[in-house]
């Protein structure tokens, strides 16, 4: 299928633990950064954004990190779950019309 | 309310055959975008269209690929004379606003998945 993972790093975690998926975007001109999530043969699933004037945002479970200074993002899930296996997108828009995505990190929740 | 809706979910061309991919988008959303993802890869931009327009296609191979978005029905990515590195899941994306789909009211379809054999 199309998440192989032959070559996208993983991260593997007990459930119950804490997740910590990071992203280094290479635009320092992007001003939105959001992160998907995609299942195996599904489409990306929005689950948080957070705006370059801001450097933490948090949902329900789930924490964005942003550090404009290295141009780092992180996505952080509390108290995993196996629903949240899937591969984890972050992506950046330089307010034009598209989003940069990145690679991806393949998320494996172990019971 | 039903979300984008992308078909086929999956496509077998021949090489040399034209393949054409569909998008429903988000009732009332004017505005489609399209994106083409490798094994192992993220999504990367092909095209940004508005109702019988497009405004970007920065993302589009200069040949053999075309969409439109008429004012009447779906958003139609074409592809002609396929070759096997044509294969790929292909996104759609609709928007009510238009950028670059910032804002969580832009939905992705399920994608067709094209397979040129």
């Known amino acids: 299928g199309e998440n192989v993972g032959l070559h996208l790093p993983t991260l593997s975690v007990q459930e119950g633990d804490n997740s910590i998926i990071n992203c280094a975007y290479s635009?320092?001109?992007?001003?939105?950064f959001i992160w998907y999530k995609q299942e195996s043969g599904k489409g990306p699933q929005f689950i948080i954004d957070?705006?370059?004037?801001?450097d933490k945002r948090q949902g329900q479970r789930v924490t964005v990190l942003l550090n404009k200074t290295v141009k780092h993002l992180s996505l952080q899930i509390a108290a995993t779950q196996p629903g949240d296996s899937a591969v984890y997108f972050c992506?950046?828009?330089?307010?034009?019309?598209?989003?940069?995505f990145g690679a991806g990190t393949i998320l494996r929740v172990k019971s | 309310n039903a979300g984008v809706m992308q078909n086929p979910r999956h496509l077998v061309r021949r090489r040399g055959q034209e393949a054409r991919l569909r998008c429903s988008p988000v009732?009332?959303?004017?505005?489609v975008y399209w994106y083409r993802q490798l094994p192992e890869e993220g999504l990367k931009f092909m095209v940004y269209?508005?109702?019988?327009?497009?405004?970007?296609e920065s993302g589009m191979p200069k040949e053999r690929f075309s969409a439109e978005f008429p004012k009447e029905g779906p958003s139609i990515l074409r592809i002609q004379q396929v070759v096997r590195g044509d294969s790929a899941a292909y996104f759609c994306?609709?928007?009510?606003?238009?950028?670059?789909?910032?804002?969580?009211?832009?939905?992705f379809g399920q994608g067709t998945r094209l397979t040129v054999v």
């Open positions: 994306a609709s928007s009510p606003l238009g950028g670059a789909v910032v804002n969580t009211e832009a939905f």
């Open positions: 635009n320092s001109a992007s001003d939105y």
């Open positions: 009732k009332g959303h004017s505005h």
């Open positions: 957070i705006r370059s004037n801001m």
């Open positions: 992506a950046e828009n330089d307010d034009g019309n598209k989003l940069v």
């Open positions: 269209l508005q109702k019988e327009n497009i405004i970007d």
